[in-house]
Structure formats: structure tokens, C-alpha cells
């Protein structure tokens, strides 16, 4: 059982930065690929970044790459979610989540754990 807790959320304005944090609990963090997800209201949970256990292999959604970057510290126990240039459009609420698979996951139904949430507003 993995239990995950983001932090690092806020309010920012266009342009800007902010980095989120996942800390996870449980056993064999390091073996888990993890992800971030983002819902804004009235819409689905959609795909940000994913990793492999290894922090090596990344995949991104369009809509953000060249701007997010995703890494963990299997060390700490943490996985991040830097994202900078954020735009209007990236406010939502943005969940990571941990897969029972070493390797990159792309679809919610491929994780089995997940956090709470970490609200992120972006002011144009």
C-alpha cells in the first residue's frame, strides 16, 4: 500500500513557476512509476508527465512539454512536477499518482494509488 501527498500549489500568474511535490509512504517506492495528472472543473483528469522507477524514461503530455519536467528522489521518497511559462490554461487540480508497473504509465486506469490533490491557479 502506497499513500501519496502533494504539496506546492498556489496561486501564480502567468508566466511563472511553481513546483509541486509528492510524498509518498509505503514499501518499494522505487520500484513504482509515477505520474501526475491534472482535473480543471467540468473536465476530465487528463495526463501531465510520467517516469519509470529509474527517473530515466519521461513522457508528457503536448499540451506541456518543453515546460514541465518530472523527476523523483527515490531517496526521499518524492516525486516533483516542475513547471514553468505556466499559462491560464494549466489551472486545475493536479494529482500524482504511483503504478504497481516499473515502467511509464500514460492512462489513469494504469495507477493504483493516488494522492489528494494540490490546487494550482494561474492568474492571466
Known amino acids: 500500500q502506497v499513500q501519496l501527498a502533494e504539496s506546492g500549489g498556489g496561486l501564480v500568474q502567468a508566466g511563472g513557476s511553481l513546483r509541486l511535490s509528492c510524498a509518498a509512504s509505503?514499501?518499494?517506492?522505487?520500484?513504482?512509476?509515477l505520474g501526475w495528472f491534472r482535473q480543471a472543473p467540468g473536465k476530465e483528469r487528463e495526463f501531465v508527465a510520467a517516469?519509470?522507477?529509474?527517473?530515466?524514461?519521461?513522457n508528457y503530455a503536448q499540451s506541456v512539454k518543453g515546460r514541465f519536467t518530472i523527476s523523483r528522489d527515490n531517496a526521499k521518497n518524492t516525486v516533483f512536477l516542475q513547471m514553468n511559462s505556466l499559462k491560464a490554461e494549466d489551472t486545475a487540480n493536479y494529482y500524482c499518482?504511483?503504478?504497481?508497473?516499473?515502467?511509464?504509465?500514460?492512462?489513469?486506469?494504469?495507477?493504483?494509488?493516488w494522492g489528494q490533490g494540490t490546487q494550482v491557479t494561474v492568474s492571466s
Open positions: 499518482a504511483a503504478s504497481n508497473s516499473p515502467l511509464v504509465q500514460l492512462g489513469r486506469s494504469d495507477y493504483n494509488y
Open positions: 509505503g514499501r518499494a517506492f522505487s520500484m513504482y512509476a
Open positions: 517516469l519509470d522507477w529509474s527517473g530515466h524514461r519521461t
